[in-house]
C-alpha cells in the first residue's frame, strides 16, 4: 500500500508539469516547496529524530546558494562547480560549527544556531564581493547535456529527483546502524555510549547532513531565482523551515515533504484571505498564521504526517506501516573469544565514590570469574547501582581500581568498556520506546560492525545489516521474547522490557554482564524462565554480576554474594554462609528494607 501511494505521488509529479493546464504559478510553488523539503529533511533528521534543535538552517542555505552565485557570475564557473563548492562548503561549515556547538546541552544549542544564522545573514549583506545588501544577481541556468533548465517547469524534475534521491537516502540512513545511533542521541544518549555509540560524532554526522541538504536546496535555489539576497536567508526563515519539519511531523521523513508543503500553501492562502476578510492592507497574516502554528503545536505534538497516515490507513482499512522480515544473513557476527571456565574476569579493587560529603562507596573490592553469577544485594541506598556505574565507567572513581580480563579499566569511558565486552542493563530500563524490540536489540550490536555514513546512505550495508538484525532477533529469541520482533518497545511490559535490555546487552557479545534489577515486575514464570536463561549463559562461561532485591532469585541463581550496605561491604560469601550471616540479617531486619528482611528471613528459616 505505502509502496502504491509512492508510486501516485510520482506519477501526479511527472503529470503535473507537462499537464497542459497547469498554472506556471503551481509550478513555481512546487519548486518553492521541493527546495523547502530539502532542508527540512535535513531539520527531520537533526531535530526531529536526533533532538538537535537547530534554528540556523537558513544559514546553510545562504551559503550553497552564495557559493554557486559568486562562482557562476563573478568568476564564470559551470553551476556544476557551483555545485560542487556548495556541498563541499556547507560541509566543512557545517563539520566546525558542529563540532563547536554541539557539545552545548539544552537551551544553549538552538541559541548558538541563532547566532550562527544572524552571523550568516549579517556576512552576506555586509561583504562587498557578495553584493551587500543587493545580493548578486544574474545567476546563469543550471544546464543538462546543453539543455538549459531556464523555465520552472524543467528545474521543476531536478529539484524534485533531488528530494526524491534525499528522502531515499534519509530513509537508508535511519534504517542502519548509524541510524539506530543518531535515533539513540534524543532520549538515550547516555546509553547509547554504554553500547559504543560514539554520541558526539553522530551529533556532527547529523549536523552535517543537515548542512549538506540545506546547501544543496541553496544551490537549487541560486539556480531557479536567478538572483540571491540577504534577505532569504534570515532567521525568520530559519524558524520556518523549523516549523516545517515540527507541523509536519518532525520524526517522519515524509513529514518534511507534507510540513513545506502545508506551511508554503498555508502561508500563500492567508496571504490572500486575510486581508479580504479583515478588509485591511495591513499585515495580519503573520498574526494569523503564527496562532495557528500554536493551535496546531498544542493538539498535534508529532505533527500532522502521523495523523494523516492513521486516517488513510483507516479509511483504506489497510496497514500503510508493516513491519519488514528480518533479512537473511550469509553469516552470523564474528565472536569474542570466550575465556577460560574459573579465569579471572574482574578485579575491584578498593573502589571508592563520594558525591561531595556522600560516601556512596566505601573501599569495596571483590572478584569476578569466568562462568560465575556473583550477587550484588544489600538494602536500598546500599551502593549498588554506583557500584555498577563504576563499573561501567557512568561515573569516574574517587579512588581505587578496577581490573577487566587484566587490564585497567578505571579511567575508561563507558564506550570504551563496552569495545572491551562489558555489557550492561539499567535500574531504570532505557529503552527508545518509539522503536522496535528487533532494533532496539540491534543497537547493543553497534560495536560487531563498521558500516560507515555513506555506505549505509546509499544502503550498500545490507549484509551487515541483516546479520546485526539476525543477531539481535537471535537473542530475543534465547529470552523468550522472539514473538516481539516487530512490537514499539514501549508497547511491552515493564516486566517484558527489562528482558528486552538484557537481550539487547547480549548482543554486545559480553564477556562480562552486569544486570541491575533484572527479574524487578517480572511474574513469577517469567523469573524462572529469566533465571534459566541466565544459568545457560554461565554455563557457556558467561560471568554476570547481578543486583536483585528478589532474595529467592538470587539465593538459588548466584555462585557467590557480596553484600553491601551503607556503602561496605558488610559480608560476602555463598548464598547458603550469607543466608545465615548474622550482620547481613541485621542490616536487612534493622527496617532499612523489610521486604528484603523478611524474604532472607525465610530462606534462612528453611535453610
Ligand atoms: N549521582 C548521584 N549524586 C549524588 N548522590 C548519589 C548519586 N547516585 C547515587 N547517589 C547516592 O548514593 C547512594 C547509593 O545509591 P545507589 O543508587 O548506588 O544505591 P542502591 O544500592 O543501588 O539502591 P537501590 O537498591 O535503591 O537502587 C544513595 O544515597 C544515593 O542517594
Not at 131 to 141: A, E, F, K
Not at 403 to 430: C, D, N, P, Y
Not at 484 to 494: D, T, V
Not at 518 to 525: I, Q, V
Amino acid at each position: 500500500m505505502k509502496r502504491l501511494f509512492l508510486a501516485l505521488f510520482i506519477i501526479f509529479l511527472v503529470v503535473l508539469p507537462v499537464f497542459p493546464g497547469t498554472p506556471e504559478f503551481w509550478i513555481n510553488q512546487m519548486n518553492s516547496i521541493g527546495i523547502a523539503s530539502l532542508v527540512v529533511l535535513g531539520l527531520v533528521v537533526l531535530t526531529g529524530v536526533g533532538g538537535l534543535t537547530s534554528f540556523g538552517q537558513a544559514a546553510f542555505v545562504g551559503i550553497g546558494a552564495y557559493a554557486t552565485a559568486y562562482l557562476s557570475t563573478t568568476a564564470g564557473y559551470s553551476p556544476w562547480v557551483g555545485l560542487l563548492v556548495a556541498l563541499a562548503l556547507t560541509f566543512i561549515v557545517s563539520y566546525i560549527l558542529g563540532q563547536i556547538t554541539l557539545s552545548l546541552s539544552g537551551h544553549y544549542l538552538p541559541l548558538s544556531t541563532i547566532a550562527v544564522c544572524l552571523v550568516f545573514y549579517y556576512l552576506y549583506g555586509n561583504l562587498g564581493f557578495l553584493g551587500r545588501h543587493d545580493g548578486i544577481p544574474g545567476i546563469p541556468p543550471i544546464e543538462i547535456f546543453g539543455f538549459s533548465l531556464l523555465k520552472a517547469k524543467h528545474i521543476y524534475f531536478l529539484i524534485w529527483a533531488c528530494v526524491l534521491l534525499a528522502v531515499w537516502f534519509s530513509k537508508n540512513l535511519l534504517d542502519s546502524r548509524p541510524g539506530r545511533a543518531i535515533r539513540s542521541l534524543k532520549s538515550g544518549a547516555g546509553m547509547a555510549e554504554s553500547f559504543g555509540v560514539h554520541t558526539k560524532y553522530y551529533k556532527v554526522v547529523a549536523f552535517v547532513y543537515a548542512g549538506v541538504l540545506a546547501g544543496l536546496a541553496g544551490w537549487l535555489y541560486a539556480h531557479e531565482q536567478r538572483a540571491v539576497s540577504p534577505s532569504t536567508f534570515g532567521i525568520n526563515y530559519g524558524i520556518e523551515y523549523l516549523f516545517m519539519a515540527v507541523i509536519g511531523g518532525s520524526a517522519n521523513i515524509w513529514g518534511a515533504v507534507f510540513g513545506s508543503t502545508l506551511i508554503l500553501t498555508m502561508k500563500d492562502h492567508i496571504q490572500d484571505i486575510v486581508p479580504q476578510l479583515l478588509n485591511t492592507s495591513a499585515n495580519f497574516e503573520m498574526v494569523v498564521f503564527g496562532i495557528l502554528m500554536v493551535f496546531i503545536l498544542h493538539h498535534a505534538r508529532e505533527g500532522l504526517w502521523p495523523i494523516l497516515v492513521n486516517f488513510v490507513a483507516k479509511f483504506t482499512g489497510s496497514q500503510l506501516v508493516q513491519p519488514k522480515p528480518v533479512p537473511d544473513a550469509s553469516s552470523a557476527l564474528p565472536q569474542r573469544n570466550r575465556p577460560q571456565h574459573g579465569e579471572l574476569i574482574l578485579e575491584v579493587d578498593n573502589i571508592r565514590k563520594e558525591f561531595g560529603g556522600l560516601v556512596a562507596v566505601n573501599d569495596i573490592s571483590f572478584n569476578i570469574h569466568a562462568g560465575q553469577i556473583m550477587g550484588l544485594i544489600g538494602p536500598n541506598g546500599a551502593g549498588k547501582s554506583t557500584t555498577f556505574n563504576l563499573i561501567t565507567g557512568v561515573h569516574s572513581l574517587t579512588r581505587g581500581s578496577v581490573r577487566f580480563m587484566g587490564q585497567e579499566i578505571g579511567s575508561l569511558s563507558s564506550r570504551k568498556i563496552a569495545a572491551l565486552g562489558v555489557g550492561r542493563t539499567f535500574q531504570h530500563v532505557q529503552l527508545l520506546p518509539t522503536m522496535s524490540v528487533l532494533e532496539n536489540v540491534a543497537l547493543g550490536a553497534h560495536l560487531r560492525v563498521n558500516t560507515g555514513i555513506v555506505q549505509s546512505l546509499l544502503h550498500l550495508e545490507r549484509e551487515t545489516e541483516a546479520q546485526m538484525l539476525q543477531e539481535a532477533k537471535k537473542q530475543l529469541e534465547r529470552v523468550g521474547l522472539g514473538d516481539y520482533l516487530h512490537e514499539q518497545a514501549g508497547n511491552l511490559s515493564l516486566g517484558q522490557q527489562r528482558i528486552v535490555e538484557i537481550a539487547r546487552a547480549l548482543a554486545l557479545d559480553p564477556t562480562l554482564l552486569l544486570l541491575d534489577e533484572p527479574a524487578a515486575g517480572l511474574r513469577y514464570k517469567e523469573k524462572q524462565e529469566l533465571a534459566s536463561v541466565l544459568s545457560g549463559l554461565r554455563d557457556e562461561g558467561m560471568s554476570i554480576l547481578l543486583v536483585e532485591h528478589d532474595m529467592d532469585f538470587v539465593m538459588r541463581l548466584t555462585n557467590h554474594l557480596v553484600v553491601m550496605d551503607f556503602g561496605t561491604r558488610i559480608a560476602e560469601g555463598t548464598p547458603g554462609q550469607i543466608q545465615v550471616n548474622p550482620v547481613v540479617l541485621e542490616a536487612y531486619l534493622g527496617g532499612v528494607d523489610d521486604d528484603l528482611g523478611i524474604s532472607i528471613d525465610a530462606k534462612g528459616a528453611n535453610a
